[in-house]
RNA sequence: GGACACCAAUUAAU
DNA sequence: ATTAATTGGTGTCC
């Protein structure tokens, strides 16, 4: 019986705003964990945020079977469990204000490795987790551990492209 | 030649949150070295930091220089290096989440020091300092004396109105 | 108006 | 070293 995927990610940024940022992914299959993270030297919590969940796609491409990712951004996982992007497609990527939709590039790739994973047999799902919890179940450990990984890259990035 | 004048300030209060708390302020103008310190029986940590640059100035009225002064506190010395004081007048005292600024008859009590000073003929600068180092240069020492004062007036308003 | 993150600093408590 | 309280900022959406 084929047993899912769970994945847990996490993004970092430097004042939130523009400066560099890291980005974390636990991805649990079995009894195993593994655990990806990057940075980049410009960008924002938000598009660290979404980049994760892609890192996470990508790392698991061809899986057949339940993927299940765990984030603690509302902006990431409303997106897609309320479908936002139904609406953006719809209009033209522009958002509720007529305004274009921030973060466009991450989100057509995130899209796209949504559809990836289900055309090769799988099916994702987003749900979201309480950040910053003290909590010692698995989706709070889980979420503290990709955090962990964000931030240490983050910090990373800082060491290598200079503070705010 | 006038010399300028280096003030340094420092704020306590208990628990941080609303208690007793204390200010100090020591003035270094030529060789001499001056200070002032108060108690409230009612305040904040960013309360006590605040008022203890307001006494700072006011105990200078007059003064034609250069008038620095320094505070390890970051929300001191934020709002006026990066001006947030600006946004708040033209926002009528909200914040960015649109709520009421903190503090605010503090705040416009210091933005009035500070323009009855430069009106007659100081020049005043903020500059942040890192709290509780052990370092031994001049920065460091006052900032040490200053929250000598405030810790001993905090423990004076202690005395008088009740620990929390 | 609502929500979730990201970040900064200070102050304290044990 | 960890927990908790205060203040402030930006990123984004509905």
């Not at 994945?7 to 980005?23: I, M, Q, Y």
């Not at 990806?36 to 079977?65: D, W, Y």
């Not at 139904?86 to 209009?91: D, G, N, P, Q």
Request: with cysteine.
């Amino acid at each position: 019986m084929s047993e899912g995927i769970t994945v847990f990610t996490d993004g970092a940024s430097v004042g939130g705003g523009g400066g560099p940022g890291g980005w974390g992914v636990v991805v649990v299959r079995g009894g195993t964990e593994r655990s990806l993270s990057g940075h980049e030297p410009e960008t924002t919590n938000q598009r660290m945020e979404i980049l994760a969940a892609i890192k996470a796609l990508e790392s698991v491409r061809g899986f057949e079977g339940e993927i299940t990712v765990y984030s603690d951004s509302s902006y990431l996982v409303n997106c897609l469990r309320r479908r936002w992007y139904v609406k953006w497609l719809a209009e033209g990527w522009t958002n509720s204000k007529k305004q274009p939709v921030a973060n466009r590039d991450l989100w057509e790739r995130l899209l796209a490795a949504i559809s990836d994973a289900e055309r090769t047999g799988a099916s994702v799902e987003f749900r979201k987790v309480r950040g910053h919890t003290k909590a010692t179940h698995e989706r709070a450990r889980g979420n503290r551990l990709a955090d962990s990984l964000a931030v240490a890259a983050k910090k990373e990035a800082i060491k290598r492209f200079g503070a705010s």
